[in-house]
């Protein structure tokens, strides 16, 4: 499977490494969805694979995308409650200190 620079995995999933929230966008991508912490970033984001999610959230646009993979796991409401406390960090979306 090949990556096609979606930026997906990188807005969609919530990332405990980098406390971001599920559905929003890592602070580190850049406007073209391409890393800017490349040679930094965390294990968990040079570990990613793509694999055959990438395929089932193929759509036109990255908020598209987005919205696929977050209905895929069921994290569509949780999802969008965190968008709408505009709460930029996944512990405090998760209640945590
Ligand atoms: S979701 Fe898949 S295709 Fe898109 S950037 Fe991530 S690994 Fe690549
Ligand atoms: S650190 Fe880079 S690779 Fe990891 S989620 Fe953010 S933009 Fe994506």
């Given at each position: 499977m090949e990556c096609t620079r979606c930026g997906a995995c990188c807005v969609a999933p919530d990332i405990a490494a980098l406390d971001k929230p599920l559905g929003?966008?890592?602070?580190?991508?850049?406007?073209?969805?391409?890393?800017?912490v490349y040679d930094r970033r965390p294990q968990v984001c040079r570990s990613y694979e793509p694999d055959e999610v990438c395929q089932l959230i193929e759509a036109p646009t990255l908020e598209e995308r987005v919205q696929k993979y977050l209905a895929l796991f069921g994290l569509t409401g949780e999802a969008e409650a965190t968008r709408q406390a505009g709460c930029a960090s996944m512990r405090r979306a998760r209640g945590g200190a």
């Open positions: 929003m966008r890592c602070p580190h991508l850049t406007a073209d969805n391409l890393c800017s």
